[in-house]
């Protein structure tokens, strides 16, 4: 597609749960890769001729209602605000839905904007999605980048528990009517598209498969002569990012890292990510778990609890990691995974998630189980061990994000995607 032949003028995009800012604070409750998605994805956009603004829900006063993003002008945030002016967890958030709706509707007619289409992100915002996209007569489309049914599968537990955390029952009827009602739907990855139907019954000729992107302009790696940056780290670190949750393996790779102490002696282990501010029950709990591992392992000169890393300091952690682990459970993508990979960094990744659609083993990456401790701690050292390997797997891996992953690639299928719906 050439650059400014888009038929679409303007974009909503709608992801209405977590802090959702211009720049992104990756790390508090309910806000990592799905920002940092649906926000490059509209920048990306704009290379097009598109303008897209982006609603959320508003509950910090403290917060502009309308918030263009200081980089691109074209793409706005725009904050509704709906119940309590207060942080509501996305599993708690069905109640304020519809008064959502009604102020997001009653915000659009008053500014008297025209969009082409809406565009819902996750399961909340697709119920806002469907009903706003009714009310002003345009197509819905919508993304789940989690499936209810697959991490309800995954996760495990005691069924009653899980089901008052988490409210799957109610989630997953609300995201088979989403899937039946739209104009049509991407999903992040084949293997989340096989869930629909292996999970849901749902299968549809309207599903298009289009993967995360990556900023490649800002996540590469070190170019000739270009110094190594001060972060405040060890020299030689593995390094682990995601948010601090229940999902996200962190005390299998710990498991893990113990096995890889015994055999590597210089080698840390940096933990980096987790809420900006008060965290909530669920991290406070993964990261006491986290802790009484440490110390029953012995390894408290070895690893590296940062909590949120700046975003100055971001491509530089990343970078100068050794390699980079993606431990998870259950990862409908990993975009983590893709970033350390456009920075050149090989990668050991759990092979329960999307990412096996990106990386191949003993290529782009090693895939592993990360609940086998051995198996997990084998991948690491031999990593560690054969740098011509390490070097390989890393180049392997940020040649096929620049070739594939771009946002800009990215943008271009989703172009390509909706067109075909709106031309009918």
């Not at 490059?40 to 263009?68: E, S």
């Not at 869930?195 to 749902?202: P, Q, S």
């Not at 952690?317 to 050794?322: D, G, H, I, L, P």
């Not at 401790?373 to 084998?378: D, K, L, M, T, V």
Request: aromatic share 8%.
């Amino acid at each position: 597609m050439n650059r400014r032949t888009s038929s679409l003028k303007n974009i909503c995009m709608l992801s209405t749960h977590g802090y959702f800012d211009p720049v992104p604070q990756l790390g508090r409750t309910d806000t990592g890769g799905q920002v940092v998605y649906v926000l490059q994805l509209a920048k990306a956009m704009t290379t097009y001729g598109i303008k897209v603004d982006i609603y959320t829900r508003w509950f910090d006063r403290d917060k502009p209602q309308i918030d263009p993003v200081p980089d691109n002008a074209d793409v706005r945030i725009i904050r509704i605000p709906a119940g309590p002016w207060e942080f509501i967890p996305k599993e708690e958030i069905y109640d304020v839905l519809p008064e959502l709706t009604g102020n997001m509707t009653a915000f659009i007619h008053k500014h008297n904007l025209d969009y082409d289409l809406l565009h819902g992100h996750y399961v909340d915002a697709g119920i806002v999605t469907l009903d706003v996209a009714k009310a002003l007569d345009r197509p819905a489309f919508f993304t789940a980048h989690s499936l209810g049914a697959w991490k309800k599968e995954q996760m495990g537990g005691d069924p009653a528990e899980m089901e008052k955390k988490f409210k799957f029952s109610h989630r997953i009827s609300e995201e088979l009517r989403i899937f039946r009602s739209v104009s049509a739907q991407t999903a992040t990855t084949e293997v989340q598209r096989d869930k629909l139907g292996e999970l849901y019954g749902f299968t549809s000729k309207d599903i298009a498969t289009i993967p995360p992107g990556v900023d490649i302009h800002t996540f590469r790696p070190l170019e000739s002569g270009e110094a190594r940056m001060d972060i405040g780290l060890t020299e030689r670190y593995i390094l682990c990012l995601s948010r601090i949750d229940s999902n996200k393996g962190h005390d299998l790779l710990l498991n893990a890292f113990s096995l890889v102490c015994k055999s590597v002696p210089d080698i840390h282990l940096v933990i980096g990510g987790g809420s900006t501010s008060k965290a909530g029950p669920t991290e406070l709990e993964v990261l006491a778990n986290m802790k009484r591992i440490i110390v029953e392992k012995d390894m408290g000169d070895r690893v590296h609890i940062t909590g949120y890393i700046p975003d100055e300091h971001l491509v530089a952690t990343y970078r100068q990691a050794e390699m980079f682990v993606l431990p998870s459970l259950f990862e409908p993508f990993g975009m983590t995974a893709l970033e350390a990979m456009a920075c050149g960094r090989p990668v050991v990744a759990s092979r329960l998630g999307g990412i096996r659609e990106v990386v191949t083993s003993e290529e782009s990456g090693l895939l592993v189980d990360p609940a086998d401790p051995g198996e997990f701690s084998a991948a690491i050292i031999r990593l560690l061990n054969d740098e011509q390997l390490s070097r390989r797997i890393g180049e392997q891996g940020r040649h096929i994000v620049r070739e594939r992953y771009s946002w800009e690639v990215i943008a271009a299928r989703h172009i390509k995607f909706y067109e075909k719906y709106l031309d009918r």
